[in-house]
């Protein structure tokens, strides 16, 4: 009896363990199969590099390079604005700040992980879009740099843990070390923490990032999604996944434009695909 | 133990086919954002007065209801255009045979900020506007600023009824768009919040999303015809250039519940409702 149920038990454990990269499978080959059926009437050209964005149109012109550079600015935005506040904060945190302030830093940060993005959209669209308009004297502040502020908030929880982890393994004397040749404190961050602990803090950013690429209801409220090929970061700009969310309800089922938008998810799981095995393979590094 | 979970698995897909099939006196509609307050409000008053049945209603956007009532997965779809050909030919593929009714009008107001001097223009100058060809409100007679065209998406049938008919002024052939730089907001209340806030923007929606807060533009069809604003009495008389038609869609002539809904809609009681959310009742 208790062979049959230690075996049960591990048969269920081991379909657990495979039961997500089955589902990763499954979840690509779909959108595989979906997404390569657009070939057919466009090609992946004029797909990727095509400038204009009139799914419903006849015949529709389904060109996604606005969309991929208005998700690749909004991105840059946000990491332009939370790696470096993102990293200090992890420095701080780790190496700085006395323990009560630590503690408090900590939980803060857990909280802003906590706030759901539709919730910070709706912030974002009430305070900062007000404010991003005025400061700039644009004609509207529904636009990119808004999006990157917002989602700079959600990528720093992600940059200061994973950031802080980092900084923690380093053998202590590394430190001592520093601090035995005479440095100052911030000698020995600057020189000798910052870049030994450097793989690890560039995981932490491409995880951070990763989190800003798919990020989709907060760049719908308040980035204008309007599908132009961006100029600077102060115009409206349509991400990749504001698109599939906006217009996946309307595509009429096996269409050119639901094919499309299909495809869009592949491209979308390129790119996030590539960002996360780059951080991890900076992960691995720092373990080996 | 393996028996026993699969008996219960049995047990509850058995119970759900059973409640599936006891189900039929609720019915979703599903559809047109312009129309989710008029379906609202129909389904309580409608329900107040058939206790039993029951009418789920909700939005996403006529496309939305024309792709649920497609795969099956509504009653009724609500929908401020007419079905497109592809869309009656994919329902046809499916088995399903969509049939309209037409159960209100609408007035599309095109809205400005309240401090905008410009009130009137003419349907030209609004496709001049909307295509991006007139970019700063001087050129029109207002501020020198430019201009910020706000748009509802593309799941919108607003957004597909005023690309027909005014930007590319019911010509089939056209090719106009909307300007690439337009911005396009998930609702028709995020249309009105940002005119409201935003002295250089100008939008559209449906009548009823016109409060203090914006102000209607007064429009004319022509060169020569009166500038008209949109209200109850020049969308019935045809005055007001921009009204649409607003249909319920269902599958094949509509039976049981569904008839019993779309007949409470179609009645004096029903047409009431219509003009109580600020729609136009269809002249019977």
Same mark, same amino acid.
């Given at each position: 009896m208790r062979k049959i149920k230690e075996f049960i038990i591990e048969k269920g454990i081991l379909f657990c363990g495979l039961a997500s990269i089955f589902f990763v499978v499954l979840i690509f $080959?779909?959108?595989?199969?979906?997404?390569? #059926?657009?070939?057919?009437?466009? /090609?992946?050209?004029?797909? $990727?590099?095509? #400038?204009?964005?009139?799914?419903?149109?006849?015949?529709?012109?389904?060109?996604?390079?606005?969309?991929?550079?208005? #998700?690749? $600015?909004?991105?840059?935005?946000?990491?332009?604005?939370s790696i470096p506040i993102g990293v200090g904060c992890a420095v701080y945190i780790a190496e700085i700040a006395p323990v009560k302030i630590k503690e408090v830093l900590k939980a803060g940060i857990e909280l802003l992980a906590a706030i759901p993005s539709v919730v910070l959209g709706f912030i974002g669209m009430v305070t900062l879009v007000p404010i991003v308009k005025g400061l700039f004297h644009i004609p509207t502040g529904l636009t990119a740099l808004s999006g990157s502020i917002m989602l700079a908030f959600m990528?720093?929880?992600?940059?200061?843990?994973?950031?802080?982890?980092?900084?923690?393994?380093?053998?202590?004397?590394?430190?001592?070390?520093?601090?035995a040749l005479g440095a100052t404190h911030w000698q020995t961050i600057w020189r000798v923490m910052l870049p030994a602990a #450097?793989?690890?803090?560039?995981? =932490?950013?491409?995880?951070?990032? /990763?989190?800003?690429?798919?990020?989709?209801?907060?760049?719908?409220?308040?980035?204008?999604? =309007? =599908?132009?090929?961006?100029?600077?970061?102060?115009?409206?700009?349509?991400?990749l996944t504001a698109t599939i969310a906006a217009e996946m309800g309307e595509?009429?089922? /096996?269409?050119?434009?639901y094919f499309a938008l299909f495809a869009i998810g592949i491209v979308l799981f390129i790119i996030s695909f590539a960002i996360n095995v780059t951080a991890d393979v900076f992960l691995h590094k720092r373990q080996q | 133990m393996l028996k026993k979970i699969g008996v219960i698995l049995l047990i509850v897909s058995f119970s759900n086919i059973a409640f599936a099939a006891g189900a039929n006196k609720s019915i979703q509609v599903k559809g047109s954002d312009t129309m989710v307050n008029l379906g609202q409000a129909w389904a309580e008053k409608y329900m107040e007065k058939n206790p039993g049945d029951f009418i789920a209603v909700t939005g996403g956007g006529s496309g939305t209801g024309f792709s649920s009532l497609i795969s099956g997965t509504c009653d009724i779809a609500m929908s401020s255009r007419d079905i497109k050909?592809?869309?009656?030919?994919? %329902?046809?593929?499916?088995?399903?045979?969509?049939?309209?009714?037409?159960?209100?009008?609408?007035?599309?107001?095109?809205?400005?900020?309240?401090?905008?001097? *410009?009130?009137?223009?003419?349907?030209?100058?609004?496709?001049?506007?909307?295509?991006?060809? *007139?970019? +700063?409100?001087?050129?029109?007679?207002?501020?020198?600023?430019?201009? @910020?065209?706000?748009?509802?998406?593309? +799941? &919108?049938?607003?957004?597909?009824?005023?690309?027909?008919?005014?930007?590319?002024? +019911?010509?089939?052939? &056209?090719?106009?768009?909307?300007?690439?730089?337009?911005?396009?907001?998930?609702?028709?209340?995020?249309? %009105?919040?940002?005119?409201?806030? +935003?002295?250089?923007?100008?939008?559209?929606?449906?009548?009823?999303?016109? &409060?203090?807060?914006?102000?209607? *533009?007064?429009?004319?069809?022509?060169?020569?015809?009166?500038? @008209? %604003?949109?209200s109850i009495e020049s969308v019935i008389n045809g005055k007001y250039p921009i009204s649409r038609?607003?249909?319920?869609?269902?599958?094949?002539?509509?039976?049981?519940?569904?008839?019993?809904? *779309?007949?409470?809609?179609? &009645?004096?009681?029903?047409?009431?409702?219509v003009l109580a959310t600020d729609f136009v009742p269809v002249s019977r």
């Amino acid at each position: 009896m208790r062979k049959i149920k230690e075996f049960i038990i591990e048969k269920g454990i081991l379909f657990c363990g495979l039961a997500s990269i089955f589902f990763v499978v499954l979840i690509f $080959l779909f959108l595989l199969k979906e997404g390569v #059926s657009l070939f057919k009437f466009v /090609g992946p050209l004029r797909f $990727l590099f095509g #400038s204009s964005w009139y799914p419903i149109s006849e015949p529709p012109q389904l060109g996604i390079l606005p969309l991929i550079l208005g #998700s690749l $600015l909004v991105t840059l935005g946000a990491a332009v604005i939370s790696i470096p506040i993102g990293v200090g904060c992890a420095v701080y945190i780790a190496e700085i700040a006395p323990v009560k302030i630590k503690e408090v830093l900590k939980a803060g940060i857990e909280l802003l992980a906590a706030i759901p993005s539709v919730v910070l959209g709706f912030i974002g669209m009430v305070t900062l879009v007000p404010i991003v308009k005025g400061l700039f004297h644009i004609p509207t502040g529904l636009t990119a740099l808004s999006g990157s502020i917002m989602l700079a908030f959600m990528a720093m929880p992600t940059i200061v843990s994973v950031a802080e982890d980092a900084l923690y393994s380093i053998p202590k004397n590394y430190k001592e070390g520093a601090f035995a040749l005479g440095a100052t404190h911030w000698q020995t961050i600057w020189r000798v923490m910052l870049p030994a602990a #450097s793989s690890g803090i560039v995981a =932490a950013v491409m995880l951070g990032i /990763g989190r800003v690429i798919g990020e989709t209801m907060a760049v719908m409220m308040i980035t204008g999604n =309007a =599908a132009v090929l961006p100029k600077s970061i102060l115009v409206p700009v349509r991400t990749l996944t504001a698109t599939i969310a906006a217009e996946m309800g309307e595509a009429v089922v /096996g269409s050119e434009h639901y094919f499309a938008l299909f495809a869009i998810g592949i491209v979308l799981f390129i790119i996030s695909f590539a960002i996360n095995v780059t951080a991890d393979v900076f992960l691995h590094k720092r373990q080996q | 133990m393996l028996k026993k979970i699969g008996v219960i698995l049995l047990i509850v897909s058995f119970s759900n086919i059973a409640f599936a099939a006891g189900a039929n006196k609720s019915i979703q509609v599903k559809g047109s954002d312009t129309m989710v307050n008029l379906g609202q409000a129909w389904a309580e008053k409608y329900m107040e007065k058939n206790p039993g049945d029951f009418i789920a209603v909700t939005g996403g956007g006529s496309g939305t209801g024309f792709s649920s009532l497609i795969s099956g997965t509504c009653d009724i779809a609500m929908s401020s255009r007419d079905i497109k050909e592809k869309e009656i030919a994919l %329902a046809k593929k499916k088995g399903i045979d969509p049939a309209e009714i037409k159960v209100a009008l609408d007035g599309l107001a095109v809205v400005v900020n309240p401090k905008n001097p *410009v009130d009137k223009l003419t349907t030209g100058q609004l496709a001049d506007i909307f295509t991006g060809r *007139v970019a +700063n409100w001087k050129e029109v007679g207002g501020k020198d600023e430019k201009i @910020v065209i706000l748009s509802r998406e593309v +799941n &919108s049938g607003t957004h597909v009824y005023f690309k027909e008919h005014v930007l590319r002024k +019911n010509d089939p052939n &056209s090719k106009e768009e909307f300007a690439p730089s337009a911005l396009m907001l998930s609702s028709s209340q995020a249309i %009105a919040d940002e005119v409201a806030g +935003n002295s250089a923007g100008i939008g559209y929606y449906g009548m009823g999303y016109i &409060s203090k807060k914006q102000k209607p *533009v007064h429009i004319a069809g022509g060169q020569d015809t009166e500038f @008209v %604003a949109p209200s109850i009495e020049s969308v019935i008389n045809g005055k007001y250039p921009i009204s649409r038609p607003l249909f319920l869609y269902t599958n094949g002539s509509p039976q049981g519940v569904t008839k019993k809904f *779309v007949d409470f809609t179609l &009645s004096k009681e029903g047409q009431d409702i219509v003009l109580a959310t600020d729609f136009v009742p269809v002249s019977r």
